[in-house]
């Protein structure tokens, strides 16, 4: 990941949502963007140019842009037509962005068009965000990683966070996938946890 | 075999798929992917094809086919009838709320401009106050400064306002028809925009719709000891505010019955049906009335 003194940077066209530029790189904000986030309180993940990812709950295309920069390719899922609106104008000046309208929840609306994946990313405010994250790992290669950004508030909000995130690493352990980090986002976002597993 | 957007794939094999981006991207809402034993596609496989000479040019293809298909989307989302109508419904309601904070704000100020000015026995609303202000200024041809401006674009915002609860009920007449006939097209709307669309009104039971908007009711009720809230938005229709206190509740509770069908009529036919409208009519108008005569009829 490319840093110039400490602030996490990537490289690529400015201006996507009125980022600041600091020596011809775009910051990458870590209150904005739960994966700069990952990276300022954890290890996360290495981008590589030729990492194939597949972002699911891609949103208005900020986080997306940024990996966009490191990676050969971004298959961003959004389900919700105005955010779409976005994450098309984002798509339009990436030529590595490929934005798909669909429910993550439902793969076999985009099965036609993704491929094998390095990186399965996930963004999604639901509460089935473990079983989500499984029926999508189909897409993912052998030995292939998982960051599962997990919004413990959209999983149940009467439980205690601690324990959606216990549960959440149970359901993903169980199903096989082995769990290399897991840390908490704060103090840049509430209640956010990371998890980065391998398949 | 397995489909994909570019073409069918039969072991090694490929039938490929040929038109425009718009085309692939049809195709791709066509094909219905199992997921059991699912594989993803296997991008060397376009170029087997023909589609395609390299990555860079499978990479190109491919994103035009996403966008197509997503703008496509996006486009028929929006067509739907309803989506229109719930902006401009929150926007009425918005409209309202400005309206009455400015209004009062500058009630206030005109006040403290004319000591010796008060409300009291003049039965002088916020609104007529603004009007008369904006109007008096206005034949001084001072422009009455600050005060006078702020009044005359508060009268042109209720103008405003006034143009659009037309056009609102206008369309609701027209997105939701049974619903309209029964509760009349601004209440109709108000109920769409709380509930987030058409086909969330027609999922909700009548139960829900009896109480919607009267949520902070709800709660204190499930939370606490209070009573259940009788009703919610439906209160604006006259049927239920002017029925005697006795029976409101009874009355909210026949409407949103009727309310819970009319919105699944509007939702699956999309046309009136008078047969139900008059049937419906009837038996709300009947719980309105004393229970005494009500079992007479029955």
């Known amino acids: 990941m490319i840093r110039v003194g400490d602030v996490l940077v990537s490289k690529g066209e400015g201006g996507v949502y009125g980022e600041r530029m600091l020596d011809g790189y775009r910051v990458w904000d870590p209150y904005r963007s739960k994966l700069a986030a990952l990276y300022l309180v954890g290890t996360g993940i290495e981008l590589l140019p030729e990492t ?34 976005d994450l098309l104008e984002v798509a339009r000046r990436r030529k590595n962005v490929m934005p798909i309208l669909a429910d993550a929840s439902c793969p076999e609306q985009y099965a036609p068009l993704v491929e094998k994946v390095d990186l399965l990313y996930q963004d999604v405010a639901q509460p089935d965000q473990a079983a989500i994250a499984l029926k999508n790992c189909v897409f993912l290669k052998e030995g292939g990683s998982l960051v599962l950004m997990l919004k413990t508030r959209s999983v149940d909000i009467r439980k205690d966070p601690d324990e959606v995130f216990r549960d959440t690493l149970d359901i993903l352990m169980s199903a096989g996938l082995t769990v290399n980090e897991s840390t908490w986002l704060a103090p840049y976002h509430q209640d956010h946890a990371a998890i980065i597993c391998t398949k | 075999m397995q489909s994909c957007w570019f073409g069918d794939i039969d072991g090694s094999r490929c039938m490929p798929f040929t038109g425009d981006a718009a085309a692939y991207a049809a195709r791709v809402r066509e094909i219905r992917t199992s997921m059991d034993n699912f594989v993803p596609l296997d991008w060397h496989m376009a170029v087997t094809c023909g589609i395609c000479r390299d990555r860079a040019e499978y990479l190109s293809l491919l994103q035009k086919v996403c966008i197509a298909g997503s703008e496509q989307a996006v486009r028929e989302q929006y067509a739907a009838k309803d989506v229109e109508l719930l902006q401009m419904t929150r926007t009425l309601d918005e409209m309202d709320t400005v309206i009455n904070l400015l209004s009062e704000r500058v009630a206030d100020w005109y006040q403290i401009r004319h000591p010796s000015f008060s409300r009291k026995y003049r039965r002088t609303p916020a609104h007529v106050l603004v009007k008369s202000i904006s109007e008096r200024n206005r034949e001084r041809g001072s422009g009455g ?16 306002r006034t143009a659009l609860a037309k056009e609102v009920s206008a369309r609701a007449c027209e997105v939701m028809p049974n619903t309209s006939a029964l509760i009349g097209g601004l209440v109709a709307a108000r109920l769409l925009s709380l509930a987030g669309g058409l086909k969330e009104l027609s999922r909700l039971p009548a139960s829900g719709i009896q109480v919607l908007g009267a949520r902070t009711a709800l709660f204190a009720h499930l939370r606490t000891k209070a009573p259940a809230p009788k009703h919610g938005i439906i209160f ?55 229970g005494k005569e009500e079992g007479k009829q029955q």
């Open chain 1, 52 to 85: 194939k990812v597949l972002y699911l709950g891609a949103a208005n295309g900020t986080t997306v842009s940024h990996v966009a920069d490191y990676v050969e390719v971004v298959y961003a899922v959004e389900f919700a037509p105005r955010p779409m609106q």
């Open chain 2, 145 to 160: 400064g600050a005060l006078g401006k702020v009044a005359r674009e508060i009268t042109s915002l209720s103008d405003a």
């Open chain 2, 236 to 290: 604006q229709h006259r049927r239920v505010h002017n029925a005697p206190r006795e029976v409101r509740g009874k009355v909210a509770r026949v409407l949103a019955g009727k309310l819970a069908i009319a919105a699944r009529l509007d939702f699956y036919r999309g046309c009136a049906v008078p047969a139900f409208l008059d049937d419906a009519q009837e038996r709300i108008d009947r719980a309105g009335t004393y």
